[in-house]
């Protein structure tokens, strides 16, 4: 069945203010990368998603910013910075970058900075005038990454290169008050960096898939990290720390995306769904649940204590930056027709649930027919839901009278080996939700 997209996009033609830049640039503000998709394996967008703003531009995109509030967006661009304001959308400004491209920015907690960085520099601009207001020299490659302290009082920033190293800047004079460097013969940037809630420590993610937690004590310049965080099976590109500090989340390059306990150091748990790298997640305010997006074109919510995707929504267009504000509620996906906003909001009611009876999860049988058992139960009413067996799909129902509990008693076929048997239900406010179990088939001995 298809549930069409009931979204009312709001949009509008921006006028073009260009700062500081005798270059025109063209960006104009409309609908583009909004579309959400109804087709494919995420047919069911759910009203979490409410676009609020979008533009597209000639300028090709090297880097994003979501302020914290998520009213302002900035893009990093050939020597540009892209600006825009929710609270003025007509206007969509173009600042003056400097003589580099711009491969970093991040807004300061008050909204009123915005650290931009390029080849051996940052800049600081005002972000209501739009002007630059001071730079930061010291780094000797280009500055890949920035992050501001939750309180604003420092920024870090992440090089790499001739010298991968990390610099940590007090704000209130400019100064350089630590230095953290990488092994000698280290040539690769620092990625991705996060500060924890209370500003203490630092994560910094480099390329060799190792994940540093430095602590930010100003009476000590240099230093080693206090903690590695290493899993041989990804890459970490992006990071953000649990509301209580005892959780170090990453999204990596391979789509899955690694909880870390920061007690034990170790490997908590790995939720899998992406296809593609994971380009942000942060934990909900009360971090219970987690909000991720990826190159895959979708925005995930999942379950921490489970580890279950709660919700899954596609978008039409590609995807090469996502970011969100830190707890969660806003989200900006940058490809190459030009950038959006949306407004997350948490699902209300009720939510699905799906429970198979059996078989359960990793069972293995012996029978290459089985029973498929198990309901759907949802208070504000179930509208269908679809079986997939390894990727094909088995049943797509849908139901007239839209009841608040189906159950379920299908017939599958089960191929020799592992079997994924994928259940996608439905409700009538447009959430979704999917419960995916493993069973493998082992024919007894005798058995063609």
């Known amino acids: 069945m298809r549930h069409r997209n009931r979204f009312v996009y709001l949009f509008f033609f921006g006028v073009l203010v260009l700062v500081g830049c005798g270059l025109m640039v063209s960006v104009q503000t409309d609908p583009i990368p909004t579309t959400l998709t109804d087709e494919g394996s995420l047919p069911f967008p759910a009203p979490m998603i409410n676009p609020t703003a979008a533009f597209r531009t000639e300028l090709p995109v090297y880097s994003m910013a979501l302020s914290p509030t998520g009213r302002y967006l900035a893009l990093g661009s050939r020597k540009r910075i892209i600006l825009w304001d929710a609270a003025k959308p007509e206007e969509t400004r173009v600042l003056d970058g400097g003589t580099r491209d711009i491969l970093s920015l991040a807004f300061s907690p008050d909204e009123k900075t915005l650290a931009a960085g390029s080849y051996i520099n940052i800049d600081l601009l005002d972000v209501n005038a739009g002007q630059r207001t001071a730079f930061l020299p010291g780094h000797a490659d280009y500055v890949h990454s920035l992050a501001f302290s939750p309180d604003g009082r ?38 991705a960096l996060a500060f924890s809630p209370d500003g203490r420590w630092l994560a910094s993610l480099g390329l060799d898939r190792l994940t540093r937690v430095w602590e930010i004590d100003m009476r000590r310049r240099y230093s080693m990290p206090h903690q590695v965080l290493f899993d041989p099976a990804t890459t970490p590109i992006t990071a953000s720390f649990s509301p209580d500090q005892k959780i170090l989340v990453s999204g990596t390059a391979e789509g899955r995306i690694v909880l870390y306990d920061l007690t034990e150091g170790a490997v908590l748990k790995t939720l899998s769904g992406h296809e593609g790298e994971v380009l942000s997640v942060v934990f909900s305010r009360d971090g219970r649940t987690l909000i991720s997006t990826g190159r895959d074109r979708t925005i995930r919510r999942w379950d921490v204590e489970t580890g279950k995707a709660i919700e899954a929504h596609e978008m039409k267009d590609d995807v090469q930056f ?27 009611g009720t ?98």
């Open 351 to 448: 939510p699905l649930v799906i429970t198979l009876l059996t078989p359960v999860d990793r069972q293995t049988v012996n029978q290459s027919v089985i029973q498929l058992v198990g309901k759907i139960v949802d208070d504000a009413g179930v509208i269908g839901f679809r079986i997939l067996v390894n990727d094909v799909l088995l049943k797509d129902n849908s139901e007239a009278e839209i009841p608040a509990e189906i159950f379920l008693d299908e017939v599958i076929s089960l191929d020799e080996g592992e079997n994924m048997i994928t259940v996608t239900a439905y409700n009538r406010a447009g959430i979704s939700r999917t419960e995916t179990i493993l069973v493998t088939y082992v024919p007894e001995e005798g058995e063609m």
């Open 154 to 191: 420092w920024l870090a920033s992440g090089s790499g290169g001739t010298e991968t190293a990390i610099h940590v800047w007090d704000l209130s004079d400019k100064r350089l008050v630590r230095r953290m460097t990488y092994r000698p013969g280290y040539s690769e940037r620092v990625r």
């Open 322 to 348: 996502g970011k969100m504000t830190s707890d969660g509620t806003v989200m900006a996906a940058a490809g190459p027709l030009g950038a959006a906003l949306f407004k997350l909001e948490e699902p209300k």
